[in-house]
């Protein structure tokens, strides 16, 4: 198998002794071989090849960080690193923070004493200063991806007019965040085991959105997906999964994930109850979005006809299918939802489901912003058919990115202003500078 090769020179390993220790029954390409240099390394370039890849412009996390790049760049996931007990255990810390289940490490640990060849070199030149390892490594990372442009243009956010002003609210798209994966390209939302992008790449571009839309540097509580009807109530013991959740509590930020299944975002301004759910075409039929609203109702007194609904970018039935096995409960629903049961892969429309499931529920029609509402800005594109603006399972495959529909309830701290510049359809809503200025300090004093 194919595998990139990191040798590390930083941590008490000079090339010289690192490049005998490289086994030559198992000779890399040139082009997969990365030597890992700190400022003060002695000797670079006489080392395994003049080809190989020297990392050593800015600190470890920015050359662990381009190393990361370039194996996506060659499809490869796993990694042999050569080192030092020590050069082990920090590479260790990068990994958590860089990488995810998806690359293999293998580490070959050199436990001689160091050479003379090595001695006075930089042994830890890059690596955070004193201090607990773990920590200093994330901050490291963290300072690192904070300063990386942002790609695809700036963050956009789709809103809906239906959701009250005193509720702060968005839908992401996939423009502004830092995520360089061109399936995950930009504002990823979400870190699996099973993608390429690490949780420090998605907590950043979590940070960026919150910056953007107004809430930064309250967390974002997203749902913990189960593709069920399960609804959590925000102060009771938190699920281990969970598709939907609801909160009275001002400066809580509710969120759900979506890379096709719809986002769904529920407020009623009488009570100040708010509700974000993720749904599926199983959810649909579980009936997810109806059993928010009887949270809504039996924990905070709502009333069904006072809530207003704001269904997310998700796929169209111009884009999903099915087997036929699989569609007749949509079409109990209603025979719209499936208009070519006839068909190998009928289409089944799952927001239209949802929009018949919450009005026999008691929901108004008019309480339903969707793509069936052509009286508001859209906030329900395809996400199959606008690969520029949206993440999508069913068009990129399992390495697909997610956005997200998020709202809270405002209180006296959010400040914003709106921009209708640059939008898909739906309005953009830019914060201002002075929320990064006026939280910042927190960020950096621990108080978050």
């Known amino acids: 198998m194919t595998e990139a090769v990191l040798v590390d020179l930083i941590h008490g390993c000079g090339p010289r002794c690192t490049a005998a220790s490289l086994p030559e029954d198992e000779p890399a390409s040139p082009s997969h071989v990365f030597l890992l240099c700190g400022t003060g390394t002695r000797y670079r370039g006489d080392a395994c090849s003049s080809s190989a890849h020297v990392l050593d412009s800015g600190s470890t996390a920015e050359r662990l960080y381009r190393f990361k790049q370039t194996v996506d760049q060659l499809d490869l996931y796993s990694v042999r690193v050569y080192t030092t007990p020590r050069g082990r255990d920090v590479l260790l810390l990068y990994q958590q923070q860089l990488f995810t289940e998806v690359y293999t490490f293998h580490y070959h640990v050199d436990h001689r004493p160091t050479c003379p060849s090595c001695a006075g070199s930089a042994h830890s030149a890059g690596d955070p200063p004193g201090g607990d390892d773990a920590v200093q490594v994330e901050q490291q990372v963290s300072r690192f991806l904070q300063q990386l442009p942002a790609l695809r243009g700036g963050v956009r956010v789709l809103t809906s007019s239906l959701i009250p002003e005193c509720f702060g609210h968005g839908f992401s798209t996939r423009s502004g965040g830092v995520s360089s994966i061109p399936s995950l390209s930009s504002l990823n939302l979400f870190s699996s085991s099973r993608r390429r992008d690490p949780e420090a790449v998605v907590t950043e571009n979590r940070r960026r959105l919150g910056l953007h839309a107004g809430f ?131 289409h089944v429309n799952i927001r239209l489901a949802n929009r018949v499931l919450l009005q026999r529920g008691g929901v108004l029609p008019e309480h339903i912003h969707d793509d069936m509402e052509t009286e508001r800005s859209s906030v329900t594109p395809c996400t199959s058919c606008h690969p520029e603006d949206f993440f999508s399972h069913v068009r990129d495959g399992l390495n697909f990115g997610t956005q997200v529909g998020f709202l809270w309830i405002r209180g006296r701290t959010d400040r914003g202003t709106e921009d209708t510049s640059g939008t898909t359809g739906g309005t953009v809503v830019s914060n201002n500078r002075q929320v990064e200025d006026t939280w910042k300090h927190l960020e950096t004093s621990g108080d978050i």
């Open 216 to 346: 930064y540097p309250r967390p974002l509580h997203l749902v913990k997906v189960d593709h069920g009807s399960h609804v959590w109530v925000v102060g009771r013991a938190e699920p281990e999964r969970y598709d939907a959740v609801v909160t009275d509590r001002p400066g809580v930020v509710v969120g759900a994930p979506g890379a096709d299944c719809m986002t769904i975002l529920l407020a009623d301004q009488r009570t100040r109850v708010i509700a974000a759910a993720h749904a599926g075409w199983k959810g649909t039929l579980m009936g997810v979005a109806m059993a928010t609203v009887g949270a809504m109702v039996t924990e905070f007194g709502c009333r069904v006809t006072d809530i207003v609904v704001a269904v997310g970018p998700s796929v169209g039935g111009c884009c999903f299918t099915l087997n036929r096995d699989q569609i007749k409960d949509f079409r109990d629903i209603h025979e719209d939802c499936v208009p070519d049961p006839e068909t190998d892969r009928p």
